[in-house]
Structure formats: structure tokens, C-alpha cells
């Protein structure tokens, strides 16, 4: 069963900027799905057409086989939406919250509390349901909210950008409910991101989105295997024999995996995606030409240099360690040049 | 789009949750109220020789009561249509408009929560009314009265609500009711009645629903009433205010929701 369709989706603002222009994708039932792209890129607008909260211009969308703008109370039915915003009331108690929100959603009275205790010892906040969540800290309401999307157990749950401004050990937790959801309840997750190693921890497969137009779809190792660029990097140290050097050079060309091999006297570049594995190799041949390794970095493919390669920009990713990587080879090529 | 009677009370259920649980808010709405009744009624009560000239047999404070009731019931509804506001800042709008209750059962919500406050908070300045000495003359006559309240705070609430929807800011919509609030009290029979105004002020005064409200609840509540409004007019024409209201309200309601915020 496809969970998310959509055909030539349209959505034009009464600026007349295309917010969403023309894509086509599916989500799979059971799957969780990235949809990926700077701010202002179109994915909350693709998100509010998919919760019926807005009616596309042109096209069509399906949310668990329903039309979303000719059947949208049957695609409420089905759908759990956390959105960006914190969207929980202060004035009410957690379980209040959860109340509300299954009543709303017309969960019967001997599921409710079921489905109200699942919720709340799955995001860990048991303890403090019953206290006004005016006292709750950012981490925690979030918390709730999601929670409050999955009282109604619906078939694909929303998530727009779960993430959004939560410290990194908060960010940990909830990308630990999101797998617990999927794995444990089936659901199909449709989630919205700007943080590429959130897509990279939990995405089956991602959807990159830039200027309203879907750039590329897959599955992430794939892609990343596809446009991958992984280099090592290794600083020697200056003292060996230039014959020696040259031979070694020589050597890590020839080695399996080896995509490129630049250097100067003092740093070598070897491009490859196989760099877990090729390191040691490199170990080896280094003893063999008495060449001294000072140190030595690896930075694999990663779903940056997908964002790059099909937007021609980078996304700015909190963590950056890929980033800068590929920062640390751009200063250097223009130091050798 | 179907209405769910166990929908609209939910929605109206949440109303009234945030609304006990916000003391400040219950007090400061009630104060302002209650200094119009301690303040206008002792300042002009040396009008009760006018006053009696009209025909009105009771003094002057209690002729202003049904009209300070009514003071705080424009209070508590016409800026009821916040909360809406700052759901759909907040994005809890949105979070209500993906489950599958209809946007009409939503307005519909909204606008009860907002009238049955409204009446709580009317209730309390009759309380302080009767401390004051206020003699009601018809006591049975607060049970019609209270739905009379609960009706006109209703209509009140869509016209909130209309605002609420329409305004892109919290500056704009305060600055609305704010400029329809005062008005609104300040032309009608709530202070002076018909016969010592100009002629062209009662004119004006003849067309605020308000007035009629206002002669409703005298007229049920210290059960003396001008004579030359009828009873009949009176209902005639708050129920169509009403109804308008809530029509309207919950038709701009689901048009504008539907509009990214």
C-alpha cells in the first residue's frame, strides 16, 4: 500500500511564487520518509497540503488512499500531525492535553486510556502528567506534542522539522521515539528536516526539496553511495626519502577503491568511498616505504555531499563535521595553488 | 461538514479549563464593571429627579445595572475571539483543524466558551450589584435573564471571532474591539434612557442591538421597563443579531482558516 502519493502538486501563493511546484513522489506504508530542504524550500506547504490544512492549487495528493482535497475528514482520520510550532495548551495538564486531543480525534472511551498511558510512557513523561504544562521545559512539551500526535494511532504520522531548536540530547531522544513509533506501531512517518544527520539517522529514504521542486528522491545509502565524495586526508611527517615518497604515492593509486590521489610534501589526499577500509592498506604501505604517518582523518560520503551535489549548495548542518571536512580540502587546494 | 454536539463541547471544554485556571484574567475583567457601577452609579445619582420624569419608579443605580451587567458581558465576549488569535500563532490551530472535527463545530465552540464566561463574569457584577444594595425586583426574572446574557455575549463572541480571524496581529485586533467596545456601551440605553436624549442620539441608540438587550434584562431582572419597547421587539431583535452573528462568524471562521496564517 502507498501511505503518500502525490501528482504534479502545485501550491501558488497569492504572490504568485510557486511554494510547491509540480512534484511527484510516494511514501511507502511503513516507511520513514525525509523530506529535506533549506528553510523556505516548500516543505511545510507540502506538509499543510498533505494535512488537508491547505488546498493545492494544481495536482493531486493521497494520504492513505484519500483524496486530500475531496475527502479531507477521511484523511483526518488517519493522519497524526506534530507541527513545527509547539502545538500543546499551557493552561492544561499534560494528560488534559491527551484528553483532548483523543476526544477530539473520537477515540473511543476504552481506548482512550490506553492509548493516553502508551502515549505518555513512550515519550517518558508519566511522572509529570498531571502537572499544568506551563511548568514543562521546551524538551518536554515537544515531547507531549508528539505524543498527542499518536493518540489516535493514526496511519502516517506528520512530523514538520521534530527537531526544530531542542538541545542535542533532547534532538537523541526523540529520534529514539520516532524509530520506537515505526518499529513498534508500524506507522509510516513522513518527516520534514533542514538537519541532514536527522535524515541519516532515521530516513529508509529522503526526498531533497529546493525552490518548491523536488531535486531527488532515493534511498539514503544509496544516494549517498551514488555522489558520495570521502576523502582521507594524512599529514607525514618530512623526513623520508623523496624516491621512497614517490614509489609510496605510486602504490596508494594502484590500491582497489582509490578515486583520486592529490598531494604536496606534506599532506596527501586520497579520495575514495571505501575509507574505513582503505586506511589500513595505506597503514601498510606507508611501513614498507618507511614513510611516518603523523595523523590521519576520514570523512565519509554523507547526505551533505547529496544535499551538494543536487543543489549546488550546502545546508547549514549544526554538527558540521562533514562540512568542514570538505572545507578543510577546499583551503588546502587553494593553499597549494 | 457535520456537527457534532460532543465536538462543540469539547472545544468549548478547553475554553473554560484555560479560563479557571487564569485567575488575573477573571478578576481583571470584572474589575473595570464594577468600578463603572460603584463610580457612574454614586456620580450620577443626583439625576434621579430626571430620571423619575421618564416614569421610571426605581433609583438610578439600579436603572444601570442591566446595562453594567451587559458592560460585562461586551468586556468578556468582544475580546473572547483572542484566544483564536493566539491558537493559530501558536499553531494550535492547526493541530485542531487536522482532527476530524468540522471547522464549524470549532467556531461554534469557541463562541459558547466565550458567552458562558461572559455570563459567569455578568453573574459576579450582580453579586456585587446586590451588595451594594441593588434591589432586584423580579428575582425569578435572573433565570431568562442569565440566557438573554448568554445570547447577546454569543453574538458578541462571532463578532470577536470575525475579527479574530480577519486581523493578522494581536495589535490590530485589540485595536478593533477596542474601538467597537466602547461605542457600543456608550449608545445605548445603558446609562441614560431614550427620553433625555437628543433626538438624534436616541435614533442611533434605537439601532444598537444593545439597547434592546439591555431593556430585556430590566425589564426580567428589577422588573420596571420603559413602556413604548416592547418585549416582543426586544427578542425579535436580539435573536436576530444572534443568529446573524453566529451565521456569519462561522462562515468567515472556515473560509479564513483555510488561508495560510
Not at chain 1, 538541545?167 to 537523541?172: K, N, P, S, V
Not at chain 2, 433625555?196 to 430590566?218: A, D, F, G, H
Not at chain 2, 435573536?239 to 479564513?256: G, N, Q
Amino acid at each position: 500500500m502507498v501511505a503518500v502519493l502525490t501528482e504534479r502538486l502545485t501550491k501558488v501563493y497569492n504572490n504568485n511564487t510557486a511554494a510547491v511546484d509540480n512534484i511527484s513522489f510516494s511514501v511507502e506504508d511503513g516507511e520513514i520518509f525525509g523530506f529535506l530542504g533549506p528553510n523556505g524550500a516548500g516543505k511545510s506547504t507540502t506538509i499543510m497540503i498533505l494535512t488537508t490544512l491547505l488546498k493545492p492549487t494544481s495536482g493531486k495528493a493521497f494520504v492513505s488512499g484519500y483524496d486530500v482535497d475531496k475527502q479531507p475528514s477521511k484523511v483526518r482520520a488517519n493522519i497524526g500531525y506534530v507541527s513545527q510550532d509547539i502545538a500543546i495548551d499551557e493552561y492544561l495538564t499534560g494528560k488534559e492535553n491527551l484528553i483532548l486531543q483523543g476526544k477530539l480525534n473520537h477515540i473511543p472511551k476504552n481506548l482512550l486510556n490506553h492509548n493516553i498511558e502508551e502515549a505518555l510512557q513512550l515519550v517518558e513523561l508519566k511522572e509529570r502528567a498531571n502537572d499544568i504544562v506551563g511548568t514543562y521545559s521546551g524538551g518536554m512539551r515537544k515531547r507531549l506534542d508528539i505524543a498527542s500526535g499518536l493518540i489516535n494511532k493514526p496511519k502516517v504520522l506528520f512530523l514538520d522539522e521534530p527537531t526544530l531548536g531542542l538541545d542535542i540530547h533532547t534532538r537523541h531522544r526523540i529520534w529514539d521515539y520516532i524509530n520506537k513509533i515505526n518499529n513498534e506501531y508500524g506507522m509510516t512517518i513522513f518527516l520534514t528536516t533542514h538537519y541532514m544527520e536527522e535524515a541519516d539517522k532515521l530516513c529508509n529514504r529522503i526526498g531533497i526539496i529546493d525552490h518548491g521542486k523536488i531535486k531527488v528522491l532515493g534511498n539514503t545509502s544509496e544516494l549517498k553511495q551514488k555522489v558520495g565524495s570521502g576523502v582521507i586526508i594524512l599529514k607525514l611527517m618530512h623526513y623520508y626519502e623523496k624516491e621512497n615518497f614517490d614509489k609510496f604515492i605510486v602504490k596508494i593509486k594502484d590500491l582497489h577503491d582509490v578515486d583520486d590521489v592529490r598531494h604536496t610534501d606534506m599532506y596527501l589526499i586520497v579520495s575514495t568511498k571505501e575509507g574505513r577500509t582503505l586506511i589500513p592498506r595505506i597503514f601498510d604501505l606507508s611501513d614498507t616505504y618507511n614513510i611516518t604517518i603523523s595523523s590521519i582523518s576520514l570523512k565519509e560520503p554523507s547526505l551533505d555531499d547529496v544535499f551538494l551535489a543536487y543543489t549546488g549548495k550546502g545546508l547549514r548542518d549544526e554538527t558540521g563535521t562533514a562540512w568542514t571536512g570538505m572545507q578543510t580540502v577546499e583551503r588546502f587546494r587553494r593553499a597549494r595553488a | 461538514m457535520i456537527i457534532q454536539i460532543s465536538d462543540i463541547y469539547w472545544v468549548f471544554w478547553r475554553e473554560l479549563k484555560r479560563y479557571s485556571r487564569s485567575r488575573i484574567g477573571l478578576v481583571v475583567r470584572i474589575v473595570q464593571p464594577a468600578a463603572w457601577l460603584i463610580l457612574i452609579g454614586s456620580t450620577f445619582a443626583g439625576t434621579q429627579s430626571l430620571l423619575t420624569t421618564t416614569g421610571y419608579p426605581g433609583s438610578y443605580i439600579e436603572y444601570i445595572t442591566p446595562g453594567i451587567i451587559m458592560l460585562t458581558s461586551i468586556f468578556s465576549s468582544i475580546f473572547g475571539g483572542a484566544t483564536t488569535l493566539w491558537d493559530r500563532r501558536f499553531g494550535y490551530m492547526n493541530k485542531l483543524l487536522t482532527t476530524p472535527v468540522s471547522r464549524i463545530s470549532i467556531a461554534i465552540g469557541k463562541m459558547f466558551g466565550i458567552s458562558i464566561i461572559s455570563a459567569i463574569q455578568a453573574s459576579m457584577i450582580i453579586v456585587i450589584a446586590l451588595l451594594m444594595g441593588v434591589r432586584l425586583g423580579n428575582p425569578i426574572g435572573l433565570l431568562p435573564a442569565m440566557l438573554v446574557i448568554i445570547a447577546f455575549s454569543m453574538g458578541l463572541a462571532g463578532v470577536s471571532l470575525i475579527a479574530a480571524v480577519l486581523a493578522k496581529s494581536q495589535e490590530s485586533f485589540w485595536a478593533t474591539m477596542n474601538f467597537l467596545g466602547m461605542p457600543l456601551f456608550m449608545l445605548s440605553s445603558a446609562l441614560f434612557p431614550l427620553e433625555l436624549m437628543p433626538s438624534w442620539l436616541s435614533i442611533v441608540v434605537k439601532l444598537n442591538p444593545l439597547t434592546y438587550t439591555i431593556e430585556l434584562v430590566r425589564t426580567l431582572i428589577i422588573g420596571n421597563s420603559i413602556p413604548n419597547i416592547h418585549l416582543f421587539i426586544d427578542i425579535s431583535v436580539l435573536a436576530s443579531f444572534v443568529i446573524t452573528m453566529i451565521l456569519v462568524a462561522a462562515y468567515m471562521f472556515k473560509r479564513e482558516v483555510s488561508k495560510a496564517f
